[in-house]
């Protein structure tokens, strides 16, 4: 997993971000894979970029889930490098023999009309130019329901975290094999 920190479980005890729910799914319903969270809270898709030859080095990942981007977007960084930086992510990956999982994000509306709609295509631009599987928004399900947000609007709370998953799960499944 690498992500930001929306997968990192910001604000929430290690055990209840959707990431460590996934490596219970995972064994639960018999798929024997380790799950390492390599998502830190404020990475960009550049931070990601630069930490990923190491982390494939060290874990040797089967399959690779990229949430990367939401942080490029609330800066207002280029869309351009966001999207290279995306396809270099998720070309390394595969390169070294992983399955990839993309991950996309929205942004709130008051970063104008086309940089959010630029923004939110560009995520399925890299899947279809990549041909990797496509989460379209992580936060489909939680962003606008009560309860849900924590305090700043913007990190799914704990009571979230499995209606994060069951938005992952559909796009990974296809992705895994029981071994």
Same mark, same amino acid.
């Given at each position: ?9 910001? &604000?929430?005890?290690? #055990?209840?971000?959707? %990431?460590? @729910?996934?490596?219970? !799914? $995972? ?64 070309? &390394?990956?595969?390169? #070294?023999?992983?399955? %990839?999982? @993309?991950?996309?994000? !929205? $942004? ?72």
């Amino acid at each position: 997993m690498l992500g930001d920190s929306l997968s990192a479980g910001y &604000g929430l005890k290690p #055990a209840q971000g959707w %990431v460590a @729910l996934l490596e219970k !799914r $995972l064994q639960a319903q018999g798929y024997e894979y380790r799950v390492v969270n390599a998502s830190i809270s404020g990475e960009t898709s550049g931070g990601g970029l630069q930490r990923l030859p190491r982390a494939l080095e060290t874990h040797k990942p089967a399959v690779v889930i990229v949430e990367l981007g939401a942080n490029d977007g609330l800066r207002g960084l280029s869309l351009a490098l966001t999207r290279d930086n995306l396809a270099k992510i998720v070309a &390394g990956a595969r390169e #070294a023999g992983a399955k %990839v999982l @993309l991950v996309g994000m !929205r $942004l709130p509306p008051n970063y104008g009309s086309r940089y959010t709609n630029d923004f939110m295509r560009m995520y399925r631009e890299v899947a279809t130019a990549s041909r990797v599987a496509l989460v379209p928004f992580l936060l489909h399900s939680v962003a606008l329901k009560p309860g849900l947000m924590q305090a700043d609007g913007l990190h799914p709370t704990a009571q979230a975290q499995s209606a994060l998953l069951d938005t992952v799960w559909p796009q990974l499944t296809p992705l895994l094999q029981k071994r």
